[in-house]
């Protein structure tokens, strides 16, 4: 709310619990995160727990400094042969297997969002929770701070431990109940745990505070030096490309489309033409906004080119600051019904239509190969070629002279016309034309258009080459 110019928040790292995502998502903010980057890292120190804890390293080494030798005090186990559940097996719970592999345990894993094949190449063997929980020497958690995984290990959880068990988070603090966990310590049905989050951090006070069978560290698993370096990395990449208005995709608000970005990039600029050139076509905001997707398109693209349309749209139709981020949130509040509909029968080539209700109703039509995308419909008028450029797009009556005149008022003005498109209904009827022209067109040259007779709308377009967003410039429209 104090900060009307931001536009994305970027978390170096993956968790963003932290980050207030509905507020940031009202507000049209981006959110970036770098999910895997330091999944190596908080992956090796959950394996470094377990070794703190297996050999006794961290009292050993605090009483041989004190000039003690305890030799016969300290008891370590091997990790050969024992049983440690993975709870949550994404990034960094897959590699805490890769690496328990090579000391010969057991594993067992929980985690109902992954297949059974990914369970066998990891060599883990799926079962439920409380199964993994009853039979695991050794616990360690994996799973992004939600509702769910909220104290996952309760009081009630920790009475299914086997006595004696192991508990490792370097997750989230939000996901061990630290009060049920240090009782258990206390009285020994767990032996040991090793702990590098807590539920509010910078942890100045908790009740796992001089435990001797805890190994307590601030929050570094993630943050080894290479991991810091990588994280870094793509943030710094990501958002810049994201100020650019390009394609990011480590968007947490924002759906993400299954193509690569150079793919998407098209068709993102395009989608955006359109929901100008459809706000400009309807410049009273409609009750409204209808998507229909023709031919083979994944849902997440559909979502992704309604989102940036709408969000371009809604820029002519209110002072809101709005983005795809925001975009259907904002239609809500304005009573806006955004409808996504698919046909995917009805063409060979993807179509995405454009629709807004009005007298008359208005209709854009965007055309995508995969490759390229193009405006190839205005009005239910059919186009030759996609519009590109700068553009001059009229309604008018089909007779003769109305192309000549504009021709001739474009030419007063050193305005050089480089294409034109015409199409129309039935002869005499209504008719649209576009006209590509090299350079932009004089706000007195388009007055002097909307004067000709039977000319109803004039409209200056002009549709940039990648990077930069559409930008479209409206005349007043003349009353039919």
């Known amino acids: 709310?104090?900060?009307?110019?931001?536009?994305?928040?970027?978390?170096?790292?993956?968790?963003?619990?932290?980050?207030?995502?509905?507020?940031?998502?009202?507000?049209?903010?981006?959110?970036?995160?770098?999910?895997?980057?330091?999944?190596?890292?908080?992956?090796?120190?959950?394996?470094?727990?377990?070794?703190?804890?297996s050999r006794c390293l961290i009292e050993a080494n605090a009483t041989t400094h004190a000039g003690?030798?305890?030799?016969?005090?300290?008891?370590?186990?091997?990790?050969?042969?024992?049983?440690?559940?993975?709870?949550?097996?994404?990034?960094?719970?897959?590699?805490?297997?890769?690496?328990?592999?090579?000391?010969?345990?057991?594993?067992?894993?929980?985690?109902?969002?992954?297949?059974?094949?990914?369970?066998?190449?990891?060599?883990?063997?799926?079962?439920?929770?409380?199964?993994?929980?009853?039979?695991?020497?050794?616990?360690?958690?994996h799973v992004p701070a939600t509702p769910e995984t909220r104290h996952m290990l309760d009081a009630r959880a920790i009475a299914r431990l086997k006595r004696g068990a192991i508990v490792i988070n370097c997750a989230r603090g939000e996901v061990v109940d630290v009060h049920a966990l240090a009782e258990a310590l206390k009285s020994g049905h767990v032996a040991a745990a090793g702990v590098d989050v807590f539920p509010e951090e910078p942890a100045y006070e908790s009740p796992l505070f001089g435990l001797p069978n805890v190994v307590l560290t601030p929050h570094i698993g993630g943050s080894s030096r290479e991991a810091l370096e990588a994280v870094g990395e793509i943030i710094a990449t990501t958002t810049l490309a994201a100020l650019r208005g390009e394609i990011v995709p480590n968007a947490v608000n924002l759906p993400a489309a299954s193509l690569h970005a150079p793919e998407l990039l098209r068709l993102t600029q395009v989608?955006?033409?359109?929901?100008?050139?459809?706000?400009?076509?309807?410049?009273?905001?409609?009750?409204?906004?209808?998507?229909t997707v023709h031919g083979q398109v994944a849902p997440d693209i559909a979502e992704h080119v309604t989102a940036v349309a709408l969000a371009s749209a809604l820029r002519r139709w209110t002072v809101r600051r709005v983005t795809p981020v925001n975009a259907r949130l904002v239609a809500q509040e304005l009573h806006l019904f955004v409808d996504v509909r698919f046909d995917t029968g009805a063409s060979t080539v993807p179509e995405f239509n454009f629709e807004v209700d009005g007298d008359p109703p208005h209709h854009v039509m965007v055309r995508w190969d995969h490759r390229t995308a193009g405006i190839m419909e205005v009005d239910r008028f059919s186009l030759e070629r996609p519009l590109a450029g700068h553009m001059l797009i009229t309604h008018h009556q089909d007779r003769p002279g109305i192309i000549g005149r504009i021709g001739t008022i474009l030419g007063r003005y050193d305005v050089n016309i480089a294409g034109m498109q015409v199409g129309r209904r039935q002869r005499g009827g209504e008719a649209i034309m576009v006209l590509n022209v090299d350079d932009p067109i004089p706000e007195a040259a388009l007055n002097e258009i909307l004067q000709v007779p039977d000319v109803w709308t004039a409209y200056v377009v002009s549709l940039p080459e990648p990077v930069e967003p559409p930008i479209i410039t409206p005349a007043v429209p003349v009353d039919r």
């Open 68 to 141: 003690r030798w305890e030799r016969k005090r300290f008891r370590p186990f091997d990790l050969k042969g024992k049983t440690v559940g993975i709870v949550g097996l994404g990034r960094v719970g897959s590699v805490v297997a890769q690496r328990l592999r090579a000391f010969e345990v057991r594993l067992l894993g929980y985690d109902p969002y992954v297949t059974r094949e990914r369970f066998a190449q990891l060599g883990v063997e799926p079962v439920d929770y409380e199964t993994l929980l009853e039979h695991s020497d050794i616990v360690t958690f």
């Open 271 to 291: 989608a955006e033409a359109a929901g100008h050139l459809i706000a400009v076509l309807q410049p009273s905001r409609p009750s409204t906004f209808q998507v």
């Open 1 to 53: 709310a104090h900060a009307p110019r931001l536009r994305v928040i970027a978390r170096a790292g993956t968790g963003v619990d932290n980050i207030d995502l509905q507020a940031a998502t009202e507000a049209g903010i981006l959110v970036l995160n770098a999910p895997g980057a330091n999944a190596v890292s908080a992956g090796e120190h959950t394996i470094a727990l377990i070794l703190a804890i």
